[in-house]
């Protein structure tokens, strides 16, 4: 079996991307499946063509992509990905769009089908905070869990798929307000690693 | 040279303290300076007189207490102790003192002595958020920091005094409500040498 | 032309809901449309009856419900309603539903069909904080916005419906955690009157 | 009786002061006493000698200073003073002092004596949220309670001085990020009220 797990680009002024860091630093294994790293560009839509090309060749039974929500103090699990493009930065193409949808020809929303309660405990009894969440914004990052619902939807039924948002490294909170939390990046790896292993787990279960 | 650094046992329904684990990880020596680590009672007096021993039996260049700020995000630098114990829970002792003072004969406050800006610094620099402080509260941390500049100004001139507050360890955050700050214990321990590292150099400068 | 405003009562331990006093509050018109107050129950599936039912009987040009969210600083302008019910406490009937669909038969989600950007400005200029928000959560508030925008969506395509969270009022914040924002009931019932000024404009200018 | 209270002119890019309008809002009299109004400028040292010209004019039976704490969600009622300047922004003269004594004669600190508790849980009893605080930084506002707390002790031994940090007024936090806390002028001006009335209590309780 493999799971594909993705990290973007670094984006908004910031040097490093923890979550692609932390993808970077993930064992080639987890409970037996191999883990398939992706680098995505955070880019509205071409992110989502790289997704999907890497898709298409790997064929993974799982997707499982991460991104940087600065200012949250756990791993968040992202429940729902909305048909809606607003960005408040321009990505790293140039682009800022207003109102747009993800897919004209898709539904409001996709909720993920990974087994996000499964993945939110096994994360916390590695010692690290993670909560479910219900907005994965309307950034690429949601584009990008759209994208891939979308996909799983019409083309790939029996593929799950998620996202997990994972706070600042603690080195990008130097100079940011007091009260802004971090996390180690070998902590954030190890509860990555730990989804992972839910995911793995499931899957494991049916079949 | 020595450097004296101390940590709490853990106090208010925590299993752990992380002041303690950190300092507990300190290498034997940094900058060429011994580091004498000393575990204190979270018990209003007995702290300062646990303390009192040690700087009597070991007689430091400096020390540095260590106590858990649950809900701050970087290392603190303690600038100021107050003349006051007001305790919103009980110590480890059972006591809860109201509006006292921690020495009746004692003036409001004490700065501290270490070089408090340059730790800051130096923490900063090993990518570790820190901040400068201007409380230490009214619990135990503000009573031994109180104690310990008290008997530096009366006994031990030379001898510098400060206090540093350090972050809920990552895994005392998980069951804590969403954006509650954790740090890796490592993390923790490495800011915490960081500041011995500067509190070493400013000593050797002016020697 | 009718606006139908409407207000939860109290629950999780409050004796108050800031939403339903600021509703309350509210003038008998704003921009000449006609506010139709209502009360719904804090209940998972009643709170969508009660509403059904005043739809039928007053046939509103729009729907806005209000409800508190506690610890935001300024009032939420949902855009997003998902078909989930996942409660953390039970709600005023003690029903505590987790991973139920609102509507067995309805899609993920529906999006808020009043002019979000044009109200959460209309607030603001009025020296009031506003933000978009992409979650309403999974307790009776969601339900109930997903509720009327499947019946919207179904039997009423010409009526407008939305939700605005509002932050706790300032008297409940005392005695809860230091940084716990409040705001005003004035304040929170005169930034509703301007999101519903804003929905009046919206429908008046199209007809 | 005379209670003297005084706000700063707005600062650090902010078109208004909460404090200063929230005195300026306060009645003539609370509880039978005179309230005497003093607007002071935000510059260190000239603040403190405009309060110290009032004070020598005015003879107060005690001194209540007002300052904007941006950023906290309760009226903080100030329990220290310490003999320290360290800007981290200019005054409104230009001025950035960097670890400065306010004065080089003066002690570490000094507590305020005014009924600390008692104006807490008199604010609270209003339904407004306060906070002690241990704590006025170290830019203006310390800067003045020291002044005010070194003249009385020097000077007038027998007036009361305190200090209440308030916070953001909501239209301030307009523009600022989600979870910037505010609260309504006229809910600060009560929790002064309320203050001041906790303060001539104490005095005439005594009397």
């Not at 103090?73 to 993800?102: F, K, T, Y």
């Not at 909720?111 to 309660?117: L, R, S």
């Not at 009894?125 to 619902?149: H, K, M, Q, R, W």
């Not at 990008?172 to 790896?189: C, F, N, R």
């Given at each position: 079996?493999?799971?594909?797990?993705?990290?973007?680009?670094?984006f908004?002024?910031?040097?490093?991307?923890?979550?692609l860091?932390?993808?970077?630093r993930l064992p080639e294994r987890?409970?037996?499946a191999?883990i398939?790293?992706?680098?995505?560009?955070?880019?509205?839509?071409r992110?989502?063509?790289?997704?999907?090309?890497?898709?298409?060749?790997?064929?993974?039974g799982?997707?499982l992509?991460?991104?940087?929500?600065?200012?949250?103090?756990?791993?968040?699990?992202?429940?729902?990905?909305?048909?809606?493009?607003?960005?408040r930065?321009?990505?790293?193409g140039?682009?800022?769009?207003v109102?747009?949808?993800?897919?004209?020809?898709?539904?409001?929303?996709?909720?993920?089908?990974?087994?996000?309660?499964?993945m939110?405990?096994a994360?916390?009894?590695a010692?690290?905070?993670?909560?479910?969440?219900?907005?994965?914004g309307?950034?690429v990052?949601?584009?990008?869990?759209?994208?891939?619902?979308?996909?799983?939807?019409?083309?790939?039924?029996?593929?799950?798929?998620g996202?997990?948002?994972?706070p600042?490294?603690?080195?990008?909170?130097?100079?940011?307000?007091?009260?802004?939390?971090?996390m180690?990046?070998?902590t954030?790896?190890?509860?990555?690693?730990?989804?992972a292993?839910?995911v793995?787990?499931?899957i494991s279960?049916?079949?």
């Amino acid at each position: 079996m493999k799971i594909m797990m993705t990290g973007f680009e670094p984006f908004g002024g910031e040097s490093m991307n923890p979550a692609l860091e932390a993808v970077r630093r993930l064992p080639e294994r987890v409970a037996g499946a191999e883990i398939v790293k992706v680098e995505l560009p955070t880019v509205y839509g071409r992110a989502g063509e790289v997704l999907e090309e890497a898709v298409r060749r790997e064929e993974p039974g799982a997707v499982l992509c991460v991104g940087q929500a600065g200012g949250c103090s756990g791993i968040l699990v992202e429940r729902v990905a909305i048909n809606l493009r607003d960005a408040r930065i321009p990505d790293n193409g140039g682009r800022q769009p207003v109102d747009e949808a993800v897919r004209e020809d898709g539904p409001a929303a996709y909720f993920a089908t990974v087994p996000v309660k499964q993945m939110a405990a096994a994360i916390r009894e590695a010692g690290i905070p993670a909560f479910l969440s219900y907005s994965a914004g309307t950034f690429v990052c949601n584009d990008v869990l759209y994208t891939l619902l979308h996909l799983a939807a019409r083309e790939y039924p029996v593929m799950k798929g998620g996202f997990l948002h994972v706070p600042y490294a603690t080195e990008q909170t130097v100079g940011k307000p007091s009260g802004t939390p971090g996390m180690a990046l070998e902590t954030i790896a190890r509860g990555l690693e730990r989804a992972a292993w839910a995911v793995v787990s499931q899957i494991s279960e049916k079949t």
